[in-house]
């Protein structure tokens, strides 16, 4: 495989200025493919060998800060659809209700803000479109700005806690934070003279993130051990986060229904999925508030956000480095 000619847009969604969103990638890996860091490197700018690895690093997208200081599943399920700024795991979500209080549609999210970023930028009135058609009709040009004219990620239809959102608003959401966290952790690290392998130990050791979330972990290790046998890593093309179905064993619903069919892609496709909804059509006549799981109603999006799984791939390229491992902080 040569080079890679053009970085793809997030799930190689359709769109006229791919070109502009491919430089910005370009300029993203540029920060991090840097002699220091000699086993990440730029697909762009070297070639890629048919068959290479991509396999994906995978975790679920309730945080695993909330459930490892808050005991009470409810409460942790509470708090978490309350403060978007709580959902860290490159997922966020918001929950829509009735007049009865019961839970009609929970919207699902891993689209990376920086993409809408570029989006306002080369084409703001497509980003008004698609807002008005994923949100709400009444969204208006100047909710969308700052008042130097650029784009306003938090605005106050994405900033919602209920309703909808459109993309990643939590501050370590970032496709940036992805790139940075999978460059820095192809170093191997020492502590006391021994290798560091435990994840959270590895994220701690290199300040590669959070080791109280379930992504970061996941992520170091999985490239750390790739890093160990000597293989180049980069992150693999289209670069995004991604959405996977739910695990739905165990809901138990009023009509028997399998409630996997509730899950509906909105943005993406299946394989890349960048925004997902699970809501039961009205013409089954309940909501999901009346589904069971684990005996007891759906009375939050945490609870779906704990069976969700968040994803992204990794290319590992064979290589014969000779990995000289650094001390924590160096």
Same mark, same amino acid.
């Given at each position: 495989?040569?080079?890679?000619?053009?970085?793809?847009?997030?799930?190689?969604?359709?769109?006229? #200025?791919?070109?502009?969103?491919?430089?910005?990638?370009?300029?993203?890996?540029?920060?991090?493919?840097?002699?220091?860091?000699?086993?990440?490197?730029?697909?762009?700018?070297?070639?890629?060998?048919?068959? =290479?690895?991509?396999?994906?690093?995978?975790?679920?997208?309730?945080?695993?800060?909330?459930?490892?200081?808050?005991?009470? /599943? =409810?409460?942790?399920?509470?708090?978490?659809?309350?403060?978007?700024?709580?959902?860290?795991?490159?997922?966020?979500?918001?929950?829509?209700? #009735?007049?009865?209080?019961?839970?009609?549609?929970?919207?699902?999210?891993?689209?990376?803000?920086?993409?809408?970023?570029?989006?306002?930028?080369?084409?703001?009135?497509?980003?008004?479109?698609?807002?008005?058609?994923?949100?709400?009709?009444?969204?208006?040009? /100047?909710?969308?700005?700052?008042?130097?004219?650029?784009?306003?990620?938090?605005?106050?239809?994405? #900033?919602?806690?209920?309703?909808?959102?459109?993309?990643?608003?939590?501050?370590?959401?970032?496709?940036?934070? /992805? %790139?940075?966290?999978?460059?820095?952790?192809?170093?191997?690290?020492?502590? #006391?003279?021994?290798?560091?392998?435990?994840?959270?130990?590895?994220?701690?050791?290199?300040?590669?993130?959070?080791?109280?979330?379930?992504?970061?972990?996941?992520?170091?290790?999985?490239?750390?051990?790739?890093?160990?046998?000597?293989?180049?890593? =980069?992150?693999?093309?289209?670069?995004?986060?991604?959405?996977?179905?739910?695990?739905?064993?165990?809901?138990?619903?009023?009509?028997?229904?399998? /409630?996997?069919?509730?899950?509906?892609?909105?943005?993406?496709?299946?394989?890349?999925?960048?925004?997902?909804?699970?809501?039961?059509?009205?013409?089954?006549?309940?909501?999901?508030?009346? %589904?069971?799981?684990?005996?007891?109603?759906?009375?939050?999006?945490?609870?779906?956000?704990?069976?969700?799984?968040?994803?992204?791939?990794?290319?590992?390229?064979?290589?014969?480095?000779?990995?000289?491992?650094?001390?924590?902080?160096?």
């Amino acid at each position: 495989m040569p080079k890679l000619a053009r970085f793809s847009t997030p799930a190689r969604l359709p769109d006229k #200025n791919a070109d502009a969103w491919s430089a910005r990638v370009s300029g993203m890996l540029a920060q991090v493919a840097v002699p220091s860091l000699p086993q990440f490197y730029d697909p762009a700018k070297k070639n890629t060998p048919p068959g =290479t690895l991509e396999p994906m690093v995978t975790w679920v997208a309730f945080p695993a800060s909330l459930r490892a200081f808050t005991p009470s /599943a =409810t409460e942790r399920w509470r708090r978490a659809d309350r403060d978007r700024g709580l959902q860290d795991e490159y997922c966020e979500w918001t929950v829509e209700r #009735n007049s009865a209080r019961k839970i009609t549609r929970v919207t699902f999210t891993s689209e990376v803000p920086e993409y809408w970023e570029h989006l306002f930028e080369t084409d703001p009135a497509r980003v008004l479109r698609l807002y008005r058609r994923l949100v709400d009709p009444a969204v208006k040009p /100047a909710d969308l700005r700052k008042r130097d004219g650029s784009y306003k990620p938090e605005n106050r239809w994405n #900033n919602s806690k209920p309703g909808r959102l459109v993309h990643l608003v939590q501050g370590s959401n970032t496709l940036g934070a /992805a %790139i940075d966290l999978v460059a820095k952790a192809t170093v191997l690290r020492v502590k #006391n003279g021994k290798p560091v392998t435990n994840q959270q130990e590895l994220v701690r050791c290199a300040r590669l993130g959070d080791p109280l979330r379930n992504s970061d972990p996941q992520i170091a290790s999985a490239v750390n051990v790739a890093a160990a046998e000597g293989s180049e890593i =980069t992150l693999a093309d289209p670069l995004g986060l991604h959405l996977g179905r739910p695990l739905t064993a165990g809901m138990v619903t009023p009509d028997g229904a399998d /409630a996997a069919r509730f899950w509906k892609v909105e943005r993406g496709v299946e394989e890349h999925a960048l925004r997902s909804r699970f809501e039961v059509p009205k013409s089954r006549g309940y909501v999901v508030g009346d %589904i069971e799981l684990g005996g007891r109603p759906i009375e939050f999006g945490g609870q779906i956000a704990d069976r969700v799984p968040v994803w992204i791939k990794v290319t590992v390229k064979k290589g014969s480095h000779k990995p000289k491992p650094k001390p924590c902080g160096a």
